[in-house]
């Protein structure tokens, strides 16, 4: 198969800094989009990837799933998009199609549904290398449509942390005075309190830092609770009809349980792996709560949230960076200093 050699940012091991790169994409295929990519934002799954946190990193790793550019070629069997159209990837490259979910437009529940990065390209027969890059050869049915009044850079983190926060609300029909509570505010909890206060809801943010009580205020906030601080928590006792817990990492949700109202969900996004200390069942059994999880979400799903966007004027709070900055974005990452998003302006990787 036609193979074409592009440059890329990525990393060879777990323990070593993201570096040049060259890697390879197909040549487009019958319907294939290839896009030049112009922004890429960074999210915390990155990171993980990167540093191989989950266990299952294929090296050289090249990040990133929210991609925005244009399209510079289309195969001879592709209808939805023309050379020089605005368009998106997000986290998903590929699926069987033909499975239940991906006929519910739930491709992100196929069991062989294929990772922007780190999943399997069956037709290179190798990993798929990410948004860190030039540009990407993508099926155009996992190619999105960008409204046009939206500005490019901002709406790139719609297409993860926006996404993987919409599909939650939806799922869970949050709508006017819905009280929604989001754990952690970076990338995926600043586009859940915008999409959540978008959708009529009264929403709070339960944070450990209380420096980012003004920002979360003015990004639709109602309330700002610091998680950290007994007696705010026990004001909020059997409140929220839904939480979306953002926190990359381990840490004790038994707190959030009681928060919940009768009835009451909360869904884990962010932290991936067995729970310590365990769940308690005993405020779940007492007052029918829920505790659940939930993956990004499927094309159709994330179409409708980019329109959604583009009706509403929603984009993300953007830090632009350049590639060579991403090593110190991602330390910035770890300590929660993030204000919201960064998104890579890609033309540094470019000659
Ligand atoms: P982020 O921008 O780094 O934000 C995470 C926020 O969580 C931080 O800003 C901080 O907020 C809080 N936090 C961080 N460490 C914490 C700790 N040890 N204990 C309590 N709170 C902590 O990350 P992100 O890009 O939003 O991603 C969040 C997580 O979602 C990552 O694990 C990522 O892999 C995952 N993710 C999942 C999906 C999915 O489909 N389920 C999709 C995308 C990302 P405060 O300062 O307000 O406390
Ligand atoms: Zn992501
Ligand atoms: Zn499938």
Redesign the pocket.
Known sequence: MNTKQIKAFGTEAADAALEPLAITRRAILPNDVEIDIEYCGV???DL?FARNDWGFSVYPVVPGHEIVGTVTQVGDKVTAYKVGDVVAVG?LVDSCRSCNNCKADLEQYCPEWVGTYGGHDKHLDMQTFGGYSESIVVDEHFVLRVPDNLDKAAIAPVL??GI?TWSPLRHWNVGKGTKVAV???????HMAIKLADALGAEVT?L???PS?TKDAMDLGADHVVI?TDESQMAEVQGVFDLIID????I?DINPYVGTLATNGTLVL????GPLDPMLNSMPMIMGRKNVA????GGIAETQELLDFCGEHGITSEIEMIRIQDINTAYER?LK?D?H??FVIDMASLKP
Do not use: D, E, F, N
């Open positions: 999210c915390h799954s993980h986290c993860c942390a993987t754990v952690g505010l970076g990338g995926l909890g943010l944070s450990r830092s980012k998680s953002t926190v990359p990492y840490h996004v962010g932290y991936l999880g939930s993956l990004i990452m929660s993030v919201y998003r």
